[in-house]
Each structure stands twice: as structure tokens, then as C-alpha cells.
């Protein structure tokens, strides 16, 4: 659903006739009309089936947990007759990245910067002879983001505004620990100095500490306890904090962003 708006803004929304999970997770009407309308198709795969995609048709696959062979399999016509022409999908998408499975692989999420984020609008809008007028977009968020910042600079001065920022993730569902995330808080680290603590360390939270930096704010991800440094987002990660824990951490802040939560 990430990259919703920017079909949207190429009046492209219609181009999306499958979208690969049970439920439009998303607050856009137009894709609720198509998904309603069947125009749209949600991933009818079952649960504990895997929807793939090789290069002819589409099945949905039960894969032994084990060995990872196909315990079941089974077909889906309505899929095939789409006659899908592309397949957008994230760094860990299920379909393998060959021509014949045309997948178009996105890795925005990657980025450290929003604006670098971004970006990847001007590469989706390729596909539909758009690049002018994504740009134009893409350019303007840019001058407007970088006009707040120097008036901001002006305003304050060198010193910013002095106010503290944490930003913050709160995890509880079953699905996210299957991934190594756990029950209680999670603080992603941002860069200090141009270092995320170590070569293992994902900073999860730096498109985020960019924005707040950009503000005239300091954002506490970049001076975290040790015991809030270990890397959240890869399996046998940080056991998430108690509610105690992120208090004692979070007393001195002046605001607190919860960026995401899964409950």
C-alpha cells in the first residue's frame, strides 16, 4: 500500500489488479472501490500457503517447514487471467528476479532518507511514461523541505531549538516475532557522526532523525544505552523493553514519536 499515492498521482491507480495480501491493508477509498469490484484482486491464497508466481501461472504452495518441499498445490486461474505484465515488490519479495517472472524489484525501504525514498517514485513512473511529472513532484518536496530547514536555521540558530526527540516502536504480534521481533519497546538506533554503532547494527531509525534534525531537534536515537543498540529487525534480536525500562530512558524527552506499532 506504500506505493498507492503514487499511482494515484499518476491516475495509474487502475494499473493495479493484484494486490498480494488477504486484506487491503490501506485508508484509500479508490483501491477499497477496486478490491470491492473485483477489479483488484486480493492474494487468495489460504493460510499457510505461499502465493508464487513462475513465469506461467500462479499457485499457491505449502511448504514442509523442514526441508521446504511442497507439501500441497494449488492452482489459480482467476490469477492467470489478469495477464499480469509486472510484478512490484520489495527486497524480500517470494518471486525470483528474472524476465520471465517480471518482477520489478523496489528497495525503498533500504533508504535512509525519505527524500531518497522518494526517489523511487521517479522509478516506478518509468513504467507509465510519467517520469516529468513525478519529478516535478519530487523536486518541489524537496525545495520545500530544504526552505523549512534554513528558516528553521535562521530562526534558531546553530543551536536548533533544543528540544529532545525519541522515536520509538511498540511490537506485540504474533506475526512480527515469526520475523525476531519481540514482546515491549524497541528504540532504532540513528547515526551519530556518521556511524550506527556497529557494521551489524540496521539504523532503523534514520529517515526518521533525519526529519527531526532537520527540524532543529535532537533526536535521542543517536545516544541509546547499549542495552538498546542490539538490532531489532533481524531474527534473535533485542528482547523488546518494559514499559519501566523506556521511562526511565524516555523521562528527559520533549516528544515522543511512535513510528510504528503492531498490536
Same mark, same amino acid.
Given at each position: 500500500s506504500t506505493y498507492f499515492p503514487v499511482f494515484q498521482f499518476m491516475?495509474?491507480?487502475?494499473?493495479?489488479? %493484484?494486490?498480494?495480501?488477504?486484506?487491503?491493508?490501506?485508508?484509500? #477509498?479508490?483501491?477499497? /472501490?477496486?478490491? !470491492?469490484?473485483?477489479?483488484?484482486?486480493?492474494?487468495?491464497?489460504?493460510?499457510?500457503f505461499s502465493l508464487t508466481w513462475d513465469g506461467a501461472a500462479y499457485t499457491s504452495k505449502k511448504y514442509n517447514a523442514t526441508d521446504k518441499t511442497v507439501l500441497e498445490s494449488k492452482p489459480h486461474t482467476a490469477l492467470d487471467a489478469l495477464n499480469i505484465e509486472a510484478h512490484f515488490d520489495g527486497p524480500f519479495a517470494n518471486i525470483k528476479a528474472t524476465p520471465a517472472n517480471k518482477l520489478v524489484l523496489i528497495s525503498d525501504t533500504s533508504e535512509e532518507s525519505f527524500y531518497a525514498i522518494g526517489e523511487w517514485s521517479e522509478f516506478i513512473s518509468t513504467f507509465f511514461n510519467q517520469e516529468?511529472?513525478?519529478?516535478?513532484?519530487?523536486? %518541489?518536496?524537496?525545495?520545500?523541505?530544504?526552505?523549512?530547514?534554513? #528558516?528553521?536555521?535562521? /530562526?534558531?540558530? !546553530?543551536a536548533g531549538i533544543q528540544k529532545k526527540v525519541l522515536i520509538v516502536d511498540h511490537f506485540t504480534d504474533a506475526l512480527l516475532k515469526s520475523y525476531?521481533?519481540?514482546?515491549?519497546?524497541?528504540?532504532?538506533?540513528?547515526?551519530?557522526?556518521?556511524?550506527?554503532?556497529?557494521?551489524?547494527?540496521?539504523?532503523?531509525?534514520?529517515?526518521?532523525?533525519?526529519?527531526v534534525k532537520s527540524a532543529g531537534a535532537e533526536p535521542m536515537n543517536m545516544n541509546l544505552p547499549a542495552n538498546w543498540t542490539a538490532d531489532p529487525y533481524t531474527p534473535g534480536g533485542k528482547v523488546g523493553g518494559t514499559h519501566a525500562q523506556l521511562i526511565a530512558f524516555a523521562k528527559d524527552a520533549d516528544a515522543i514519536i511512535i513510528k510504528s506499532a503492531a498490536e
Open positions: 491516475g495509474e491507480l487502475p494499473a493495479i489488479r %493484484l494486490y498480494t495480501t488477504a486484506v487491503m491493508y490501506a485508508d484509500n #477509498g479508490c483501491m477499497h /472501490k477496486q478490491a !470491492a469490484d473485483q477489479h483488484t484482486l486480493l492474494n487468495p491464497a489460504a493460510s499457510g516529468v511529472r513525478v519529478k516535478e513532484l519530487a523536486d %518541489l518536496s524537496l525545495k520545500r523541505s530544504t526552505a523549512e530547514t534554513a #528558516g528553521i536555521k535562521k /530562526k534558531f540558530g !546553530a525476531g521481533y519481540t514482546d515491549g519497546w524497541q528504540l532504532p538506533p540513528c547515526k551519530k557522526d556518521g556511524v550506527c554503532g556497529s557494521a551489524t547494527t540496521k539504523c532503523g531509525a534514520e529517515r526518521w532523525c533525519e526529519i
